[in-house]
């Protein structure tokens, strides 16, 4: 049995992160992860509405550079009673724009466990591990749990009928009376 | 006690849930420990109460009462810390017992076709017919219903 091996705590030099709130709970990024802060005030000329895509914790895209990012309520990932999102994380190397309700601190952690396998749901994929910070436990978020590839492509496709339906209306707006 | 008959019996830990008790057997026991904080995050695994700290790890809380005695127990003395095997290596996992917890020794009977998944035997003790838990079907959900749509959790609590 391996049981020393695999249940010895991953060890880390030193890893930055983010505490942050999202519905009164309490959860981690790495700092690398995080691309951009904004706050919601400050985007929202700049997001455009998404609806009937059938991710229902998707109500906006973001346009950032020659990428389209959506917005995630996070309150709504993890199922927590909603709360005023106000600030944004834009996660590096992904599709997912996070709303959260604040940032808590910076910190940095030097261990992350394994999720215990007894988690046997969604959780697996939101979460990179676990660790112990101030004698409280902190879940550390993966960036790429966010949206699932199905909810890509679902995004994709309401995305996709968006612009059509936009081609149609500007075509039918041009047309001589 | 015959050599053979003494080899026959195998050490098991009593526990209390409610006003029942079970047995684990002993070898699958890491620690007996008194309850210390729960913390508790988002996660759809009902099965999983939340999580304590104990020496350095981050251990599960399997809340293995409503699948024992039909309820779930708010009350709790201890968390019996016990040796979980999954496919490739063990983990702790903490269970919560209600009462004291005792080192027998017994004699299994085996269980049957008709057993539910969670018993791999029974012993008899003290009059009382008890039932020999097997961990893998008690901590896992092959037993239990689908997730629910609203998800667990929620405040961090003592």
């Known amino acids: ?177 | 006690m015959s050599a053979v008959a003494e080899l026959e019996l195998q050490a098991m830990v009593l526990l209390r849930l409610g006003d029942r008790r079970f047995a684990i057997l002993a070898n699958q026991i890491a620690e007996l420990v008194a309850p210390s904080r729960i913390h508790k995050f988002p996660h759809r695994t009902p099965l999983v109460e939340g999580v304590i700290l104990r020496r350095g790890r981050i251990v599960p809380i399997c809340e293995i009462a409503e699948r024992l005695l039909g309820k779930r127990t708010s009350s709790r003395r201890f968390y019996l810390i016990v040796n979980r095997r999954y496919e490739t290596h063990a983990e702790w996992v903490a269970l919560p017992v209600t009462g004291e917890c005792e080192l027998i020794r017994a004699e299994i009977t085996a269980a049957s076709e008709s057993d539910a998944p969670h018993v791999a035997g029974w012993i008899s003790h003290d009059g009382e017919v008890i039932e020999v838990l097997e961990l893998k079907a008690l901590t896992s959900e092959q037993q239990v219903l689908p997730p629910p749509q609203t998800p667990f959790l929620v405040e961090a609590s003592l």
Do not use: C
């Open chain 1, 1 to 177: 049995m391996s049981l020393a091996a695999r249940t010895k705590p991953q060890t880390l030099k030193s890893e930055q992160i983010i505490l942050f709130r999202v519905g009164g709970n309490l959860f981690a990024v790495s700092s690398a992860s995080v691309q951009e802060v904004r706050s919601v005030d400050s985007l929202a000329g700049a997001a455009a509405e998404i609806k009937d895509s059938g991710v229902r914790k998707v109500r906006h895209v973001l346009q950032r550079d020659d990428k389209t990012l959506f917005v995630v309520n996070g309150t709504m990932h993890f199922g927590l009673p909603l709360t005023p999102g106000t600030l944004i994380f834009i996660l590096r190397q992904t599709r997912t724009a996070l709303l959260i309700d604040g940032i808590e601190k910076m910190g940095s952690m030097t261990r992350l466990q394994a999720l215990p396998l007894a988690f046997q749901h969604e959780e697996r994929h939101w979460y990179r591990g676990l660790t112990a910070l101030d004698q409280s436990v902190v879940p550390v978020v993966n960036p790429e749990g966010f949206l699932t590839a199905e909810e890509l492509v679902l995004l994709e496709q309401s995305l996709s009928l968006r612009s059509a339906a936009a081609r149609e209306t500007r075509t039918q707006g041009g047309q001589p009376q």
